[in-house]
C-alpha cells in the first residue's frame, strides 16, 4: 500500500513562492535584456510619429490658407499639382480637413510619390514634399523596421512578443503580497534613496502601464510580416464575397497605400479591389449623376451626396480596370471616430458604386483593431494624442529605470552580466522556461526564439563554464 507522501514531490524539489519568484525574475531579466532597446525607440518614434498624427499631419506640419467664398474645381487643383511635376501620374487627392488648410494632390513622378499642397482657393501650389521622406515617414519606417525591411520586422515581431512575457512576469514580481500594500505598488516611495527608489519608481510605472502596453502591442504587432500578415489579418480581413456579382481584381486594398505607409484599414488591406468596366454597380444617388464627369470632380460631388465631408481620400484608378476609391478612416487621418470609417468603389468608367465597407461589415478582430490603432496612433481627438505623449515618456522611464536598477545592483568591475540566479529547484526552472516558451507560441516568431534559447542553454552554455559565468 502506496501513501498519499509517497506520491508526492520531496522536500528538495517542491515548488515554493520564492523559486517561482526567482524564475519569474529571471525571465523578466533576460527579455528585458532583449527588449529594452527596441521598447525604447518603439516610444521614442512614437512620439515622433504622434506629434504628426494627432497635432499636425503626416505629411508635414499644416499648411494654412486664407478662406474664400470660391474653391476651384479639384480637377484644375490637380492639374496645378501635375504641372508642377512635368510628367507625372495623378494618384490621389485629400480634401481640406478645414476651410482654413491646403488641399493635397498625390502624384507619381520619377519613381517617387509627391505630395502637393494646393490652395483650395486659387488653386496655388504652396508646397511639395517627397511622401517617403517626411518626418513621419522616416520615424514609421524605423518604427516598423528599424530601417532595414523584412530583417528589422521580424526583430521588433520577436521583441514584441518577449514584451509580454516581460509584462506577464513584471505584474507577478510587482503584485502585492507578504504585507505590501497596493498603495506601495500604485504609487512611487519619493523618500526612499538609490536602488529601492528606482525600483519603486518602475514597479509603479511599469503597473500603470502594463495593460496599455499590452494593447500597444498586440495593435502594434497586428502590421507585423508573420503574426499579423500571415495569422491574424487573413482570417479578420473584410470578405470581398460580400461583394455580390462584383468582378474583383488581383490587386488587393493594400496596393492603395503608398510610399511603404499604411493609409487603407487594418480589416481591408488583404481585400481584393472590385474592378470597372461591368454592368455591376448602382446608377444614380448612388453614383455619380448625369450629367457630371466620372472624374475628380464628380467623385466628389458624389462624395458629399453620400455625406463624406471634411477630409477625405479619392484615390484615382492607376490602371484600365482600376476603380474611384473614396475613404474616410481614422488610419489615414480623416476621422477622430472608427466607428465612421467608410469605404466606396466607383467604376471609371459609368460613374456607378461598385461596392461599399463600413466599420458596420468588420469583423469583430478587426472592429477591434480599428479602435485600437486608432488609439495607438493618437487619432481619436487631441486628448488620446496628449495621452499617447505621456505613454511614450512613460515607456522610455521605464526602460531607463530599469537599466539603471540594474547598472546599481551590478558589482564594480564585473565582468559578467549579473542576471537573477536561477532558482536552486532545476526540474521548477526548466518547467519555467517550458510554459513560458509555450505561452510565448502565440507570437511565433517570439516563441521560436524562446525555445532557441532554452535548447542553446542546455545543450551549450550550461556546458562551458566560462560562458555561462558570463552570462549570468
Request: hydrophobic content about 50%.
Amino acid at each position: 500500500m502506496t501513501s498519499s507522501a509517497g506520491t508526492s514531490l520531496p522536500a528538495a524539489r517542491q515548488p515554493t513562492p520564492a523559486n517561482l519568484y526567482a524564475t519569474a525574475w529571471r525571465w523578466h531579466f533576460y527579455s528585458g535584456l532583449f527588449v529594452v532597446p527596441f521598447l525604447f525607440m518603439l516610444a521614442a518614434t512614437g512620439l515622433v510619429m504622434v506629434y504628426f498624427t494627432g497635432f499636425q499631419s503626416r505629411l508635414g506640419n499644416l499648411v494654412h490658407v486664407e478662406p474664400q467664398n470660391t474653391v476651384r474645381a479639384i480637377t484644375v487643383q490637380a492639374q496645378a499639382a501635375l504641372d508642377t511635376y512635368p510628367g507625372a501620374t495623378l494618384k490621389e487627392y485629400i480634401a481640406p480637413k478645414s476651410r482654413d488648410v491646403a488641399s493635397w494632390i498625390v502624384v507619381t513622378h520619377q519613381g517617387a510619390t509627391q505630395a502637393v499642397a494646393v490652395d483650395p482657393y486659387s488653386a496655388k501650389v504652396l508646397k511639395t514634399v517627397d511622401k517617403e521622406n517626411t518626418v513621419f515617414a522616416w520615424a514609421e519606417k524605423i518604427h516598423g523596421t528599424l530601417l532595414i525591411g523584412d530583417a528589422g520586422d521580424r526583430i521588433i515581431e520577436v521583441a514584441a512578443g518577449l514584451a509580454v512575457v516581460m509584462i506577464v512576469t513584471g505584474l507577478y514580481l510587482f503584485w502585492p503580497r507578504n504585507g505590501t500594500a497596493w498603495s506601495q505598488v500604485l504609487v512611487p516611495e519619493w523618500r526612499t534613496k538609490g536602488r529601492r527608489w528606482w525600483k519603486s519608481l518602475h514597479s509603479s510605472v511599469g503597473f500603470w502601464t502594463s495593460i496599455i502596453l499590452f494593447g500597444f502591442l498586440l495593435t502594434g504587432m497586428s502590421w507585423t510580416g508573420v503574426w499579423g500578415g500571415k495569422l491574424v489579418q487573413p482570417w479578420a480581413t473584410f470578405p470581398a464575397a460580400k461583394w455580390d456579382n462584383v468582378p474583383k481584381s488581383d490587386a488587393s486594398h493594400a496596393s492603395l497605400n503608398s510610399a511603404g505607409g499604411h493609409d487603407v484599414p487594418w480589416g481591408l488591406e488583404q481585400t481584393p479591389l472590385p474592378v470597372s468596366g461591368s454592368d455591376a454597380g448602382s446608377p444614380g444617388v448612388m453614383g455619380v449623376s448625369a450629367g457630371e464627369p466620372v472624374n475628380l470632380d464628380g467623385v466628389a460631388a458624389l462624395a458629399n451626396r453620400l455625406g463624406f465631408s471634411g477630409q477625405f481620400h479619392i484615390n484615382v484608378p492607376q490602371d484600365a480596370s482600376g476603380v474611384y476609391t473614396l475613404s474616410a478612416d481614422t488610419m489615414s487621418g480623416d476621422l477622430s471616430n472608427p466607428f465612421q470609417d467608410r469605404t466606396v468603389h466607383v467604376d471609371r468608367y459609368t460613374g456607378k458604386v461598385l461596392a461599399q465597407a463600413a466599420f458596420a461589415d468588420y469583423s469583430v478582430v478587426a472592429k477591434a483593431m480599428a479602435i485600437g490603432i486608432a488609439l495607438h496612433q493618437g487619432d481619436v481627438g487631441i486628448w488620446s494624442a496628449i495621452a499617447n505623449v505621456v505613454f511614450c515618456l512613460a515607456i522610455m522611464l521605464l526602460c531607463v529605470s530599469g537599466i539603471v536598477m540594474w547598472w546599481v545592483r551590478r558589482p564594480k568591475n564585473a565582468a559578467r552580466l549579473v542576471a537573477p540566479s536561477a532558482p536552486p529547484q532545476v526540474a521548477l526552472w526548466k518547467g519555467g522556461a517550458v510554459v513560458m516558451a509555450l505561452t510565448a507560441l502565440a507570437f511565433p516568431l517570439a516563441g521560436a526564439v524562446l525555445v532557441a534559447a532554452i535548447v542553446l542553454d542546455w545543450l551549450l552554455i550550461s556546458r562551458i563554464p566560462q560562458l555561462k559565468l558570463r552570462l549570468s
